[in-house]
Every structure is written in C-alpha cells, then in structure tokens.
C-alpha cells in the first residue's frame, strides 16, 4: 500500500518501471475530471483502449468521483484519497491530483512497459 503522505503532484504522466505503476496528473478544472484520469491510467496499465476497460461506474459513480475532486490538483484543504480494484488493476486517486494505478496481485491485467 502507497504511503498517502509521501505523494504530491508529479507533474508527469508515465509508467514507473521500479514500482511497476502508472501515474497521470489532472487538474480537473482543466483535464476532464479524475474519472478521464482513471480511465487514462487503466488503460495504459491493462493495455487496452480505454473502450475496452470495464465501465467505471461498475464500481463507483464517475460523476461523485468528479466531484470529489472538483477543485483541481493541490487546491484541496483535505487530504483526500479513493482507493478501488477494476479491470485486474488497483487504482487511487488522490487530492494532490495524482491518479496511480499497478497490476491486482492475482489480476489479469496487463502491464504497458516504457
């Protein structure tokens, strides 16, 4: 599990081949949302078209999630994080902005190598 504290904004968008993850930046008042930043992630962790991931709203309302984080990257007074497995592969997104998503132990998804 990710150490909450320890993540800030990363200005990147990437995978990191060292803790095999994936990681996209938003600012949701310009980047479509964190659900546009999930299905981003998820696509290039599965390798799949982002048509061909499991509909987000099969494990949380993608317009809540929006919302949660309306307020765009690093402009929350809270620190906020939603964590949830989808299409083989755990994803959290968090008030910093950051949306990281890795392999499920035991998923089938598979990993987009850099």
Do not use: C, W
């Not at 990257?73 to 968090?94: H, P, R």
């Amino acid at each position: 599990m990710t150490n909450f504290e320890n993540h800030g904004p990363t200005d990147s968008e990437g995978h990191d081949p060292d803790t095999e993850t994936y990681h996209v930046q938003f600012d949701a008042s310009r980047d479509g949302g964190a659900s546009y930043a999930v299905v981003t992630a998820l696509s290039a962790v599965t390798d799949k078209e982002p048509t061909g991931i499991e509909p987000l709203y099969g494990v949380l309302d993608p317009d809540a999630l929006d919302a949660l984080f309306q307020h765009g990257s690093g402009n929350s007074k809270s620190d906020i994080a939603v964590s949830f497995e989808l299409d083989g592969s755990d994803v959290t997104v968090y008030s910093t902005g950051e949306v990281i998503a890795r392999m499920s132990e035991g998923g089938d998804a598979r990993r987009k190598r850099a």
